[in-house]
């Protein structure tokens, strides 16, 4: 399957976000149906993978309603995978049947479908066209993206202050010291330094989006825990170690947590960094050693590569961005689906610092809306609709 990152991996990330409202008998069902069917299909048993499925359908179908409730967004890819299985099969009509179920569960990613060779003999079919243009209103991200109010700058700067935990702290200090950062950033200008820290997270850890989040939610500990297990972390532990890399070596910086216009499955962590040199915050992920440049290679933002995506502006994706040094990036799914899907709004910690999420020293979140815009359900503790209360440095 040309999976750029296993549906698996998206579809249990879905479930463990809501798993707070489900039993723990009902979680672990699930969990154990979806982890033995990606298991037959990982072995290109796709006969099996689809018997698996179809149990887990059948399981879901007979929940209580507050259990169906909780878990239904994870339906989608639930029966996008089990639809490409069937195809897999030549079974077409099963295959559609899956399909336009999945849709019918929100399954909304555009871009990755018209991409996924499993799909390849159900193009000419008929049911297939008129699904792909129902999925198109959803799920091309990019349009949706472009079609996002403007924000709202006009409105009172309220009084909301972003701060830093300084490189002098103790426990900054320390992860400084234990892990050799200074080496690892080298001995070059500002902005080696910082790519070669974000390169280094990249590597030391590798990205598994089906992984719970070790605790506490810090440098030491993910390295010890994904050391000692064998094992990954999702994307917002990566965006956490490098953030603390970055303040530790006395860069101002935050993990910011992307989010589509409406949460189906996934959404993204990535980190921005305040460059002194370039005087602004810079577009940093280490999930995929990404970052992001105009057609002349200045670097950019988060907040430019946003609105060059929404205006048709050039945006250049580094050539060596890949994911677990597996899969290559490419700018048409990177930053013109996957990024564009995951860039409607953005939501970030007001106190950036050591261990804040195991802590509770976060200070609350600042949501960043387009104007009028309002997620369901809201999220976080404060919100604005400008972005330059979003972006300011203090």
């Given at each position: 399957m ?8 998206i ?41 698996i ?5 059948s399981?879901?179908?007979?929940l ?42 929100k399954?909304n ?54 701060t830093?935990?300084?490189?002098s702290?103790?426990?900054?200090v320390?992860?400084r ?16 330094q ?22 506490p ?39 910011i ?30 999930t995929?050693?990404?970052?992001v ?32 040094n ?19 709004w ?49």
């Amino acid at each position: 399957m040309k999976k750029v990152v296993s549906l698996f991996i998206i579809s249990l990330f879905s479930l463990s976000v809501f798993s707070q409202n489900i039993s723990k008998e009902v979680e672990d069902n699930l969990q154990k149906l979806y982890k033995d069917a990606y298991s037959a299909a990982k072995n290109k048993d796709y006969q099996r993978a689809t018997v698996i499925f179809d149990s887990l359908i059948s399981y879901y179908n007979h929940l209580p309603s507050k259990d169906k409730e909780a878990v239904s967004r994870f339906l989608g890819p639930v029966y996008y995978d089990n639809a490409c299985y069937y195809s897999l099969l030549n079974n077409k009509e099963k295959a559609l049947d899956c399909f336009e179920k999945a849709i019918e569960y929100k399954w909304n990613n555009y871009g990755h479908t018209l991409q996924d060779s499993d799909l390849d003999n159900l193009r000419n079919e008929k049911r297939f066209k008129e699904a792909m243009l129902k999925l198109k209103k959803t799920g091309d991200f990019l349009q949706v993206l472009k079609d996002a109010p403007d924000y709202n700058n006009d409105l009172p700067k309220e009084k909301i202050q972003f701060t830093y935990l300084d490189a002098s702290d103790p426990d900054l200090v320390r992860i400084r010291q234990y892990f050799n950062l200074d080496s690892i950033a080298g001995k070059g200008d500002e902005i080696s330094q910082i790519k070669n820290l974000m390169t280094w997270v990249h590597n030391r850890v590798r990205h598994d989006g089906n992984s719970s989040n070790p605790s506490p939610r810090n440098t030491e500990n993910i390295v010890k825990v994904c050391d000692a297990e064998n094992r990954g972390v999702n994307c917002r532990m990566m965006a956490t170690m490098l953030n603390e890399c970055y303040l530790a070596m006395g860069f101002k910086s935050r993990f910011i947590t992307c989010m589509p216009a409406e949460y189906i499955s996934d959404c993204h962590v990535i980190n921005a960094v305040y460059s002194k040199t370039l005087k602004k915050w810079l577009w940093m992920d280490p999930t995929f050693n990404a970052y992001v440049s105009d057609e002349k290679g200045n670097l950019l933002s988060i907040a430019e590569v946003r609105e060059r995506l929404r205006t048709d502006k050039p945006v250049v994706l580094n050539d060596d961005a890949n994911w677990n040094n597996q899969s290559k990036q490419t700018k048409e799914y990177y930053l013109d689906s996957y990024m564009a899907k995951n860039l409607y709004w953005l939501a970030a910690p007001l106190h950036s610092g050591y261990n804040v999420e195991t802590a509770g020293t976060t200070n609350g979140y600042l949501n960043l809306y387009p104007a009028g815009y309002t997620p369901d359900p809201v999220r976080n503790d404060y919100s604005t609709t400008n972005d330059k209360v979003f972006w300011e440095v203090y």
